[in-house]
């Protein structure tokens, strides 16, 4: 592929296990591919799958020949690209995006386990920001007195509203982790950790947020790194974004609308054919 780069791309299926009309159909549209180099992983990604126009991926991928083969077994196709250390299986699912190679080697209980804790830590990270805002805005009720009692205690010198406390912290969050991630490894961590504890407790000392909403965000941020796929991980927090929004319009009923959006729209998303949300 690529009039210029003449980059080798290998199509691997298993005769007998993969739909036979699922390869030629990826073999069509990769030879469809009209460009003057292919490079990088993008560079493929966008030029094959059903819909660009979303922020969830459309295809895994993986550096581990364990967890490439074992999609091929599983029925997959696998593309691999020359030059790019990473093995494409298509189609993607969301269920393969909340697997990682160690569940296969380990006890089938706890494997079972890890993965329920990573759907429930993907909805606390999607959702948390968005119910504690509703909460504290429409439905104080839902709250245990003492608890609201707090909550009213710890905002009593904070001068702005509930969601923009949780919009300015989710934003914190994501430069903190940006910068960490360009930054040299040694270096990046350590500027995650003196970044998140600075910005963190002067942010609380001077009154600008409160320490509910510095204590909410910090779960939902952390419970957000247990999705093996750093992609997928992306995608959620632009929605958790877009949920705290919704919650400060409507509260839950507008969270409620929201996740209702989220799901119809995975729904809508297919795969080479696959339905999204497919088991």
């Known amino acids: 592929m690529g009039r210029q780069s003449i980059t080798p791309v290998d199509i691997l299926s298993i005769q007998g296990i993969t739909d036979p009309a699922l ?3 990826v073999t069509r549209r990769i030879e469809a591919i009209d460009t003057d180099e292919l490079l990088e992983t993008a560079g493929l990604e966008e030029q094959i799958v059903d819909e ?4 969830f991926p ?3 991928y993986t550096e581990r020949p364990d967890r490439f083969c074992a999609g091929l077994v599983e029925g997959r196709v696998g593309v691999i690209v020359d030059g790019i250390p990473l093995g494409y299986l298509l189609p993607g699912t969301v269920g393969q995006f909340f697997t990682t190679g160690q569940d296969r080697s380990q006890n089938w209980i706890a494997a079972s386990c890890l993965s329920i804790l990573r759907y429930f830590c ?3 990270s999607l959702f948390l920001p968005a119910v504690y805002v509703a909460a504290v805005n429409f439905h104080p009720e839902m709250l245990p007195a003492r608890l609201a009692w707090s909550i009213s205690e710890a905002k009593a010198n904070v001068p702005f509203s509930t969601v923009f406390e949780v919009i300015i912290m989710l934003l914190a969050f994501e430069v903190i982790q940006e910068a960490g991630l360009r930054l040299p490894g040694p270096i990046g ?5 003196l970044g998140g504890l600075v ?11 409160s320490p509910v909403v510095l204590i909410v965000v910090a779960i939902a941020g952390i419970a957000g790194y247990t999705v093996p796929n750093q992609e997928f991980s992306a995608a959620l927090r632009l ?3 877009l949920f705290a929004i919704a919650a400060s319009l409507g509260g839950l009923f507008a969270v409620v609308a929201a996740a209702a959006v989220l799901v119809s729209r995975l729904a809508q998303l297919e795969s080479f054919g696959v339905p999204y949300l497919t088991p």
């Open 23 to 25: 390869v030629a159909e």
């Open 52 to 55: 660009v126009d979303t922020p």
């Open 58 to 60: 459309m295809i895994a």
């Open 122 to 124: 993907m909805l606390g």
């Open 189 to 193: 961590q350590t500027v995650s950790i």
């Open 199 to 209: 910005v963190g407790s002067a942010a609380v000392e001077a009154q600008i947020v």
């Open 239 to 241: 929605w958790r974004f």
